[in-house]
């Protein structure tokens, strides 16, 4: 199988082009995964050195850069990752949201999955509000799911996963969300139309200049994506997100990351998660 040196200035040209794009900083320590990965892309379209692959992409083929992205995008995600997130969504904001929105007589709740990956986030939101919600027929739930990379965005709304991923879940939640494999999907596990009902998947790039959306969320999912941004561009991020929040809403960040050192308006609740008041 062939392979590719990548060189410090071609390294430069094409990590310059995918902060300048998408806003992720690829760092030294990139370099391996960067040369690795599109190394199959340099394969697959007959070409033969970076260089000439960073002209492809700017020059003559700029639908190229999704699957740039998609090849550099780390996706490691789980059903109920970080499950304290999820328990605290049930215990506080759900409870929030439904007292205010009865109140206001608004019956929707909408939520955002900044970078749902190949879907295990939406899809352990919609369960958690539909256990949350019950049979109430009242209720509305909107869930927005995105991503940048196409990829796994295709396979998020397919809805279907090897048992491995979710052999952790209890078996009334299998049983309730869940159908499972037969024939040439033996060993597999599908999400059911309920759930699938109440997510829209979008690819969506988080350094957009701005966001297409005309409602406000009650919550946002953010996690485990600031990492790779720069302070600059977290702040960027940061302020939109905010600006997206409903008044009292709430944005969960990854168990890594935090808005120390950011100039924001959010309040602080406890490590990882943050309140627009």
Not at 7 to 20: A, E, H, I, T
Request: contains cysteine; glycine residues 6%.
């Amino acid at each position: 199988m062939q392979t590719f040196d990548l060189n410090d200035k071609d390294f430069k040209l094409l990590g310059d082009l995918v902060y300048n794009t998408i806003g992720i900083n690829l760092g030294p320590a990139k370099k391996e995964l960067l040369r690795t990965r599109l190394g199959k892309r340099l394969r697959l379209l007959g070409i033969h050195s970076f260089k000439e692959y960073y002209r492809y992409v700017t020059e003559e083929n700029k639908d190229e850069l999704t699957n740039l992205f998609d090849a550099i995008s780390t996706n490691l995600t789980s059903f109920f990752r970080e499950q304290k997130h999820f328990d605290y969504l049930r215990d506080v904001v759900l409870p929030e949201i439904t007292a205010e929105g009865t109140r206001r007589g608004d019956w929707q709740i909408r939520t955002w999955s900044c970078a749902c990956s190949t879907g295990e986030e939406p899809y352990s939101l919609a369960i958690t509000l539909s256990d949350y919600l019950g049979e109430s027929t009242r209720w509305g739930v909107k869930i927005l799911a995105t991503d940048v990379n196409t990829e796994v965005l295709d396979k998020a709304m397919k809805g279907l996963y090897k048992e491995a991923r979710v052999e952790g879940l209890p078996k009334i939640m299998l049983k309730r969300y869940f159908l499972k494999g037969e024939g040439s999907k033996t060993g597999y596990v599908k999400v059911k139309r309920s759930l699938q009902n109440m997510i829209t998947f979008r690819r969506i790039n988080l350094t957009a200049p701005r966001y297409p959306f005309r409602k406000e969320f009650d919550f946002i999912f953010c996690r485990n994506v600031m990492i790779y941004f720069d302070k600059f561009t977290q702040k960027q991020i940061v302020d939109k997100l905010y600006f997206h929040l409903k008044k009292g809403g709430y944005l969960f960040l990854g168990h890594a990351e935090s808005l120390t050192g950011i100039d924001t308006n959010f309040k602080y609740i406890q490590p990882t998660i943050y309140k627009k008041v």
